[in-house]
């Protein structure tokens, strides 16, 4: 009977009609062509020859393709008295060094806090959740004092270090391993396994949607920091700054700032699209849990 019961209810279709489906499909097409419209107006613009930039009433589509925006911006990196592959190594190793490094911090104490009772645990998880209400202006001076008084100031840590301490990765790996059963964790255990070995073998597999997304978080913010609050020396600036140093140019360089936002904003792109379906599954998962 209960096996009759579950395939009638299976084989259920859903009250919506076929007017309903395709209007609700018309809707959700309006609303994704709405918000790829500022993409497809950057592309199109990185690839606009200088008189096409300054059409007025400005035309959405490029009408004559052109990589002379490219050119001229690699070229004018040329000229800089910083080799541009520097710029370019100070980025990708503060991205990288400050993602992983949070990722892996992140994850260690939302395992703790999720998973193993103490006092005051619930207290904490509060005091991450109202940090989550400040935005990094609020807290940009007290990070530079602390960094002074560190004496890293003009070095790679004081991008990293503050990177290490975002609250929203700890809230989100900490509600998203509410989900992983307590029952696995105790038969590991029974099994000789050690803390190390649960949580990377058992507990970082099973929540692999949540750190792909919190990457993804960490990437975004990393990859587009300037450093100007913390870092002075010209040769440990990072790509950011200095392609927004050549946006500041004037209208000459309008081209080629068009040709700096593309590749900007390429990294985290294309990063999304590769792991866009475990971003989805995390964003319909990680609700607060108590």
């Known amino acids: 009977m209960n096996l009759r019961m579950r395939l009638h209810i299976n084989k259920r279709k859903p009250n919506r009609s076929l007017g309903g489906d395709i209007g609700i499909y018309a809707i959700l097409l309006c609303v994704g062509a709405f918000m790829v419209l500022p993409l497809i107006y950057a592309i199109s613009n990185a690839f606009k020859p200088i008189d096409e930039l300054f059409i007025f009433p400005p035309r959405f589509f490029v009408i004559n393709p052109s990589l002379d925006n490219f050119r001229d911006l690699f070229v004018l990196m040329n000229s800089s008295w910083v080799p541009f592959s520097r710029y370019i190594f100070n980025t ?80 989100l790996m900490k509600q998203f391993m509410a989900s992983v059963h307590d029952s696995l964790i105790e038969s590991a255990k029974i099994e000789g396994a050690g803390e190390l070995g649960i949580f990377f073998k058992i507990v970082m597999p099973m929540v692999k949607p949540a750190w792909l997304t919190l990457i993804i978080f960490s990437m975004q913010s990393l990859w587009n920091a300037t450093g100007g609050t913390f870092i002075f020396k010209e040769e440990l600036k990072t790509l950011t700054y200095a392609l927004n140093q050549i946006i500041l140019g004037g209208i000459a360089r309008v081209g080629i700032g068009s040709a700096v936002t593309l590749i900007m904003m390429s990294v985290p792109i294309i990063t999304f699209i590769i792991t866009q379906n475990n971003i989805i599954q995390t964003m319909t998962s990680a609700g607060v849990k108590e």
Do not use: C, W
């Open 92 to 171: 990708v190793f503060i991205t990288v060094a400050g993602t992983t490094g949070h990722v892996l911090i992140a994850s260690l104490a939302a395992y703790v806090l999720e998973k193993h009772k103490f006092p005051g645990q619930r207290l904490f998880f509060s005091i991450v959740i109202i940090t989550l209400m400040f935005s990094g202006v609020v807290t940009a001076i007290p990070n530079y004092i602390i960094m002074v008084k560190l004496h890293l100031i003009d070095t790679y840590l004081a991008i990293i270090l503050p990177a290490l301490a975002m609250p929203l990765g700890l809230f």
